[in-house]
């Protein structure tokens, strides 16, 4: 994925902020170090640099002045419909393996992770 993105002056983590506000839209920055299961610093920063490379706009919320919502900036429009297709990495990983095998491997994973979470307390933010 990074060698893929590399040309285009982003990495993984860039990449699914970028990923996050085309596909959902304005996104509050709360929400997506929740949605992305990240750090809050590490998202500030990466945030920081997106703004920086003028692909994301950071604005004020409506009620909260702290808050802040992330979106697209045109240019960020324009580097997103440009960017290269990444389904090969899904595709390699997963291609042939049996849809049922897939479903009990997330479940089992997703409930792992949850397990986890909670242990470092991260499940009840």
């Known amino acids: 994925m990074d060698k893929t993105l590399r040309p285009h002056d982003l990495g993984s983590t860039q990449w699914y902020v970028l990923w996050q506000l ?4 304005p996104t509050a920055q709360r929400d997506l170090v929740r949605i992305l299961d990240l750090e809050r ?17 950071q604005s004020a919320s409506g009620k909260d002045q702290r ?10 429009k324009k580097l997103w419909s440009e960017l290269p297709d990444l389904h090969f ?18 479940r089992v994973l997703q409930t792992a992770t949850g397990r986890l979470q909670d242990l470092l307390g991260k499940g009840t933010e």
């Open 22 to 25: 085309a596909t959902n839209g």
């Open 41 to 57: 610093a590490t998202l500030s920063g990466v945030v920081a640099t997106l703004v920086r490379k003028g692909l994301v706009d």
């Open 67 to 76: 808050q802040r919502t992330l979106q697209l900036t045109e240019a960020g």
């Open 89 to 106: 990495i899904q595709d390699a990983a997963f291609s042939g393996i049996d849809p049922a095998d897939l479903a009990i491997a997330i």
